[in-house]
């Protein structure tokens, strides 16, 4: 899938005291912007660098004041986390992304992982061991964790792909391993939900929640598991209706067209599955609709904008806060169909083109985002 920095999911922390981190009990108290680590502040300061429109850089330099998580995609990239944790500022949460299962993303290949699909170990010691040795020795930060993107999801919707059945089980121990053993004090996690287009459909909604479920009972019901993760890296629309797909001869079968209508019925699903059920939900480049040919369209949408910037006031009880898990102005896949990891997503009709490989930065796409920003910058 695709890669990122540092984070701005506030919900409580201390300077002299560990962070009350919220259980599936709590209500988050705090959103707060601002948290962006050095990492995508460099990255957006390039960018502004490079814009002529003097108007146009101004704006784009209040990009880099937005938190976005830092995704923990390799294990070398491990190596950002220390650096990231000296821009946490008090009050704040830093939020990550673990995302390095074995034959990760099963059904695409623009951000295939390092890790082969039967190197679980490797995953258990040298990534997600890594990371909790790292959380633990800096129990006075506060972290929001997003578990593995699109992982539970392809499982339920993808089953019949080789490539997922080979990943099935160490997808599911994994997401295990890491909820078990990145459960602590400091930390809150969400697992990877997909979005109302993927597991929305009427006959994904009880598979969807028991399979994710299953995984946090796997893990013990560890208590810093609040719920899901919606629309990581994604476009839909929190509240748009009718929905950008509402008139599709097949929207009959899909209640959820948008994030909210998803949460309203995935959230009852995960209840009744037994998981907690609360959710944040990617608003980081949602903010135009109506750009894509198929709901499914995952890769550089073309015409696509900035959304809301990351706040906890959201208007629904399970909503704990809007976040931008995807920072803008990083590629999803490349639209080069001679590359060893194109994926034929990256070269459809909607996508965004020319466009380079997944994570490295697109400034024309970068500009695009800032100057279709709702609500603009």
């Known amino acids: 899938m695709k890669f990122s920095n540092s984070a701005a999911l506030a919900f409580a922390a201390t300077a002299t005291a560990a962070p009350s981190t919220p259980t599936s009990q709590d209500k988050p108290r705090a959103v707060q912007a601002g948290c962006a680590s050095a990492f995508?502040?460099?990255?957006?300061e390039a960018a502004v660098?490079?814009?002529?429109?003097?108007?146009?850089?101004?704006k784009a330099a209040k990009v880099a004041d937005v938190g976005?998580?830092?995704?923990?995609?390799?294990?070398?990239?491990?190596?950002?986390?220390?650096p990231a944790l000296?821009?946490?500022?008090?009050?704040?949460i830093l939020g990550l992304v673990i995302y390095d299962l074995p034959g990760r993303d099963c059904a695409a290949k623009a951000s295939n992982g390092e890790l082969k699909v039967g190197e679980l170990s490797r995953y258990k010691t040298e990534y997600i061991d890594a990371i909790v040795k790292i959380l633990k020795a800096h129990p006075k930060t506060a972290f929001a964790l997003v578990i593995e993107p699109d992982s539970l999801p392809n499982l339920v919707t993808n089953a019949d792909l080789q490539t997922c059945k080979d990943s099935a089980s160490g997808y599911r121990d994994g997401v295990a391993y890491a909820l078990k053993n990145l459960n602590l004090p400091n930390v809150v996690m969400y697992i990877d939900a997909g979005h109302g287009g993927w597991l929305g459909w009427d006959a994904n909604l009880k598979p969807g929640a028991q399979e994710l479920a299953k995984a946090y009972k796997a893990a013990g019901s560890p208590k810093q598991v609040?719920?899901?993760?919606?629309?990581v890296a994604g476009w839909n629309q929190w509240d748009l209706s009718p929905g950008e797909f509402s008139k599709a001869s097949d929207a009959k079968y899909n209640k959820c067209q948008n994030e909210k209508l998803y949460l309203d019925n995935f959230g009852p699903a995960?209840?009744?599955?037994?998981?907690?059920?609360?959710?944040?939900?990617?608003?980081?480049?949602?903010?135009?609709?109506?750009?894509r040919e198929e709901w499914g369209n995952w890769c550089n949408v073309n015409g696509a904008g900035f959304g809301v910037r990351p706040?906890?006031?959201?208007?629904?009880?399970?909503?704990?806060?809007?976040?931008?898990?995807?920072?803008?102005?990083?590629?999803?896949?490349?639209?080069d169909s001679s590359a060893t990891r194109y994926d034929s997503f990256c070269g459809k009709s909607d996508a965004y083109q020319p466009s380079p490989e997944a994570g490295n930065w697109n400034q024309d796409y970068f500009?695009?985002?800032?100057?279709n920003a709702k609500p603009s910058f």
């Not at 660098?49 to 101004?58: K, M, P």
């Not at 000296?86 to 704040?92: A, F, K, M, Q, S």
């Not at 609040?226 to 629309?231: P, Q």
């Open 40 to 44: 995508y502040r460099t990255e957006v």
């Open 49 to 58: 660098a490079a814009i002529s429109d003097s108007s146009l850089a101004a």
């Open 68 to 82: 976005s998580f830092l995704w923990l995609d390799t294990i070398e990239n491990i190596g950002k986390l220390e």
């Open 86 to 92: 000296e821009d946490v500022p008090c009050g704040h």
């Open 226 to 231: 609040r719920g899901i993760a919606t629309n």
């Open 270 to 291: 995960l209840k009744s599955a037994g998981m907690p059920n609360h959710a944040i939900i990617d608003t980081g480049r949602n903010g135009m609709s109506g750009l």
């Open 311 to 335: 706040t906890s006031t959201t208007g629904h009880d399970l909503a704990d806060a809007f976040v931008w898990v995807k920072p803008g102005g990083e590629s999803d896949g490349t639209s």
């Open 367 to 371: 500009e695009m985002l800032l100057k």
